[in-house]
């Protein structure tokens, strides 16, 4: 098939392009050199589609084919929207991107070279033509200019003609079009096949392929996902449409395999997501009012979000009395906490749907008590982890909430409207990290968990960089209880700076039991919560992470990363997640916290992940190797790796 044939059809409706998360991505570069490889005839590759049903109804690329098909674009997108852009002289319909990069592509006559519109180097210069320009008008169009400036030459004005069919020839180049087709070929299939063609490129999800096939046959499928996201986003809580789609999967099929949306139509994939979409606002409210998880930063364990819209969806899209949403609660944190979702997700998460379609919560809690070796409470060594990425982090935030901990110079309790949603509160250590450093602790050390609490801005501005030795002992003679109420222990010779391991170790005890205890409660039977606070922030989109002042400390106190984060910005690269636990694919248990994180690679295109980890023992060194994360200890050698990106563009 000719490139043009391929341009109509896409036209026509016959070819579409999916839905899947990326948009047009390509540089000027990326475009530049694929014209330049047209124009000497070297492989650009075929492309490859899949023919799905499409119901008659508009798709992302035009209209459904005669057939009631759509044949959709997997393996070609970028080259095939460059083709399109470049030549008809405007961007698609479909397209979402930079475009710029389509706009002002130049070819030298002398040189043979492709380059963008530069005003010094190409105004008024014969020899530079419009590409867009000669595709639109011809070669006919050109010949005058050619005429002057070969000034004569008939030798010379036969090589720029040449020249310039040679680019309006690239239409008529012949593509080979792998077609997937037939019902065996399911999502699961058609994801094998395209990561085997593609293995040296962008991998393809099972979501972005279910997301491609929905949108052929509801287009408006992705822009209400993503004002849900938008939505979610602005109250302080950012998913991802995969997350949101497994949501949907969940509550309409039963199912965590993509595969089976397949099966599914446009009616019930409609009434389905609105369904999701409620119901997830509803666990937000329950969470933030119930566990006191409010904002983003501390709502860990999203994998298990879709198994609680499952049970909505049983009982109307609410819970049906404080037990069980208690229940649901106790198995939630049990999951976040032992990282139930963050190995073998689909299989994982399907055991749990089966639970709990089969016997309800307490199948699930039990399922979950198995899979622990009968065991499910916390211990003290559990808050050994480090940093505010670490699933225990969530824990103390939670119980500061749910038991009222009080603000030591104020006394007033840090809950409800307070904590998390004013921008003045601030993670505090309770021994200064500069004192620790002073005395040689380690960077895992300083950041513990059990080093952490949660002030009000004005109270840690107050307590600055004193030693603990001298404010506890201030606090609890002004504000008797307050230290208490934040799990401090009371031993005065552990407040000083050479017992801090000491001070670790019995702290980490007192939050334990304060957490089995919680725990315990949500288990045994309802208490009363009041959700009106949690409901309103949401509507008003008043959530707040902790200040961000709190972030900014943490990048700053890992040499280069400020940097580095600067300059993957700049390569419009992925954003990482910061301060976050990195875990066994396959388990699902934590393995450490990394400074940064790309769980989807730097390209968030399904790559290899990425992590900066600055001190690793030899164990943990050989669990991120065997689970294929590419690691770097320092800041400066994970940016020549992004120059090294960022160059292949």
């Known amino acids: 098939m000719h490139i043009s044939q391929v341009l109509d059809k896409v036209d026509a409706g016959d070819i579409a392009l999916p839905e899947f998360q990326r948009g047009y991505v390509w540089t000027r570069d990326q475009v530049r050199g694929f014209f330049q490889s047209l124009y000497r005839g070297y492989p650009i590759g075929g492309f490859l589609t899949w023919s799905t049903k499409a119901e008659g109804v508009q798709t992302r690329g035009g209209n459904s084919g005669r057939d009631g098909s ?39 006559l002398q040189t043979e070279s492709f380059e963008f519109y530069a005003p010094a180097k190409m105004k008024d210069s014969p020899l530079w033509v419009d590409v867009t320009a000669l595709f639109q008008s011809g070669l006919a169009s050109q010949l005058l200019a050619v005429t002057q400036l070969a000034n004569g030459d008939a030798e010379l004005q036969v090589v720029y003609i040449e020249r310039l069919n040679r680019i309006t020839q690239i239409k008529d180049r012949s593509v080979h079009i792998d077609e997937v087709t037939g019902e065996d070929k399911t999502i699961d299939v058609v994801v094998e096949i395209f990561n085997r063609v593609n293995s040296g490129g962008t991998k393809l999800s099972k979501g972005d392929l279910a997301l491609a096939a929905i949108c052929a046959a509801w287009p408006a499928a992705r822009p209400t996902m993503n004002r849900a996201l938008e939505d979610w986003s602005t109250a302080g809580f950012g998913f991802k449409l995969d997350w949101l789609l497994r949501n949907v999967n969940a509550v309409v099929t039963g199912e965590a395999q993509f595969s089976k949306l397949a099966d599914v139509d446009v009616a019930a994939f409609r009434s389905g997501l609105a369904e999701t979409i409620d119901s997830v606002s509803y666990l937000l409210n ?15 364990g999203r994998g298990a979000l879709p198994v609680m819209s499952r049970l909505l969806h049983h009982h109307g899209g609410s819970f049906p009395d404080a037990m069980t949403r208690d ?9 976040l906490l032992w990282g139930r979702h963050t190995g073998a997700t689909e299989t994982v998460l399907n055991q749990d749907l089966q639970a709990l379609d089969d016997g309800g919560v307490d199948q699930l809690i039990s399922l979950l008590r198995r899979s622990r070796g009968g065991r499910l409470d ?31 110079v104020s006394g007033v309790p840090l809950r409800d409207g307070m904590l998390g949603r004013l921008s003045s509160l601030q993670v505090h250590h309770i021994f200064p990290k500069a004192l620790l450093y002073k005395h040689d602790y380690s960077r895992g050390e300083v950041n513990a968990v059990a080093n952490f609490c949660f002030l009000t801005q004005d109270t ?137 994180f790309w769980p989807q690679g730097l390209r968030a295109e399904g790559g290899v992940a990425v992590a900066l980890v600055l001190d690793t023992s030899e164990e943990e060194q050989a669990a991120l190797e065997a689970g294929d994360y590419r690691i770097f200890h320092s800041a400066d050698a994970l940016r020549g790796y992004v120059k090294n990106l960022s160059s292949e563009q």
């Not at 009012?289 to 709502?299: E, I, P, Y």
């Not at 229940?327 to 999951?335: A, E, K, M, Q, T």
């Open 460 to 596: 840690n501005l107050k307590i600055g960089a004193k030693e603990p030795a001298e404010y506890l002992e201030e606090i609890e003679s002004r504000m008797p209880g307050a230290l208490a109420s934040q799990w401090i222990p009371m031993d005065r010779e552990l407040w000083k700076v050479s017992n801090y391991p000491e001070f670790l170790e019995a702290r980490r005890a007192l939050l334990a039991c304060a957490a089995n205890e919680f725990l315990q409660g949500l288990h045994d039977g309802p208490s009363p919560i009041g959700l009106t606070g949690a409901q309103e922030a949401l509507k008003a989109g008043s959530f707040a992470a902790p200040s961000g002042e709190v972030e900014a400390g943490q990048v700053d106190e890992v040499p280069g990363l400020r940097e580095l984060l600067s300059e993957v910005q700049q390569a419009d690269l992925a954003e990482p997640e910061l301060d976050s636990e990195v875990s066994d694919p396959h388990s699902g248990a934590a393995i450490t916290v990394a400074a940064a």
């Open 286 to 300: 329950a969470l933030g009012g119930r566990l006191g998880l409010d904002h983003g930063a501390v709502l860990s």
């Open 378 to 408: 916390v211990t003290a060594d559990d808050f050994v982890g480090s940093s505010m990425g670490s699933r225990f982090y969530p824990l103390l935030y939670m119980l500061t909430r749910v038991y009222g901990a009080q603000d030591f």
């Open 327 to 335: 229940r649901l609660f106790y198995w939630y944190v049990h999951s």
């Open 70 to 108: 759509i044949h959709l674009l997997l393996d070609g997108q970028q080259r095939v929207t460059t083709l399109y852009g470049i030549t008809r002289g405007r961007a698609p319909s479909f397209f979402e991107g930079n475009a710029a990069a389509l706009t002002g592509l130049h070819f030298n």
